[in-house]
């Protein structure tokens, strides 16, 4: 179903003199999703959303914005708006400000402007800090009014580079539920560029995963997490045993990892480390291949049998569980 | 040995602060008291008089409208501070945002902003002198406008007059502009112009809306440089004018040959008044203490 408002990317590339950045993607994002595009550093998501947004040029292929080519429109006609890693706001501007500028910019009288950032750091929860200057405020706050900046513009779609990798631990889980509650309420596309896992899984309609300038896998994050398409994508993920028989590798998840003492299972492995982590144990294991595995049991799981380091236990899986990886 | 902190921070500063109240606040003082003694034509006598300053206005405002030679000289040399605090703003400006974000790579940036100061390997006089042979009524330029037939006789308002030493000023002042804003340019973090096009700024809007507001500390220290500069000079008027111009350091100069010292302390600390005005209308208008 095309409906209005999707998101295309037609054979996107983008090189940076010899070097490609992004290779040949394709793909289609339909509209009023969270994706998010994950990746490690280097993998071409920056350069993908800096090519949707019109902060770089598109070397080959197009972006399409309901059937309209924007790649080679000017960054405020496009229908996006991004929101920065550092969220650029501007130092000598107040909060009021710096969410009207794009309206001060188009020419909008005085009134209406204020009117509408009023709206808006309603919205995000900053009326109070209207008259403050950026360097007045804290990490959290800075990105709410730069959330807001972005917003004004009524995009349809929102472009965010990695917007909670400057924030603490624990604002970064408050922060991200904040922008899912956000992107419900507003319908719109947020598209979310980060290299961390659980922030994809926790927030993402849809997951990108990237690598090498190609897309490695896209889908619901659970259908990703759960058949990772590829060693790397099982790897990047985490939670995932790569384990190899011959030329063929698969998938087995940590969790669904059986450890029994006895036969009937796969091989036996070597207790290497151990870790209490309070609902489960994550367990090291070394096989005699010499491969790594890793298990998470239930606490109450592991307790009724304690294993010691050194200890020698029967690894099993069910069949269902394995998921063969495309070489 | 053992001082507390304040103690030792006191003995920190007090060799700047030893320079600072023997070679500026020492002559300083001495200027503006002899600023009040008498003098004729053969000696200066200590006294309390305030008839050095009241010659300075001599009939100065009984005549306006009309404009007695102190305050022609001043307004002459407040529209020289003007013109040249103009242009070197705008070359300025201009120079420091092209070093800054058109030149890619930081070592180019370094090397080229050290080309800007090239010019003050050599004395400020040789610098001026160097023009002589360029605009003079046979210089190059005037024989290169009358073969290419542009002009039939020589321009004479290229050298020893208003245009000379206004180029003169520009050319020696101008890296006093490049180099704070420069400095506060390069501050700035390249996202808020990506910022504001996303936010669909033009090119103009973001000069001026960003990057102007963004650099005002530094214009600011570059126009202090500059305005105190222009206002206390008298070589650059001098020569680039044929002695022909006048300006207030000129006159300080000139009384100062004729050793009317308590009537030139006057006239400087006149003339210190009207710059720090200056500097304190532009403090007002931008925190540089903040800035440092």
Known sequence: MRTGGDLELFHLTKRYGDTVAVRDLNHLIAPGTYVCLLGPSGCGKSSTLRMIAGHESVSEGAILLDKADISKLPPARRGTAMMFQSYALFPHLSVRDNVAFSLKMKGVAKAERHARVDELLELVDMSRYAARRPDQLSGGQQQRVALARALITQPKVLLLDEPLSALDPFLRIRMRAELKRLQRELGITFIHVTHGQDEALALADEVIVMNNAVIEQAGDPREVFNSPRTEFVARFLGGHNVIRRGARAFAVRSDRIVLRRGGGTEFDAAVCGIEYQGATVHLALKTPADEELSVVLPDRDFFSQPLEIGDTAGVAWAEEDVHVLAN | MNDTPTKASYWQAAPMAVIFALF???????????????YNQYSITPAFILSNYTDIFHGCFAQLPGLCTTFATYLQTLIF???VWALTLVIGFAIAYFLVFEVRSQTMQIVLALVCTIPFWTSNVIRMISWIPLLGRNGLVNQML????????????LLYSHFSVLLAFVHLNTVFMIVPILNSMARIDRSLIEAAHDS?????????NVLVPLSKPGIAIGSIFVITIVMGDYITIGIMG?????SVGKVIQVQ??????PLAAANAVVLLACVLGLIWALTRLVDIRKEL
């Open chain 2, 200 to 208: 669909g700024a033009s090119g103009w809007q973001t000069l001026w």
């Open chain 2, 81 to 83: 501070c003007a013109e």
């Open chain 2, 24 to 38: 500026f606040v020492v002559p300083l003082v001495v200027i503006v008291v002899v600023s009040f003694w008498s």
């Open chain 2, 242 to 246: 044929g002695q022909q111009i006048a």
């Open chain 2, 146 to 157: 009358l073969s290419l037939g542009i002009v039939h006789k020589p321009l004479e308002w």
């Open chain 2, 256 to 261: 100062t040959n004729f050793l009317q010292f």
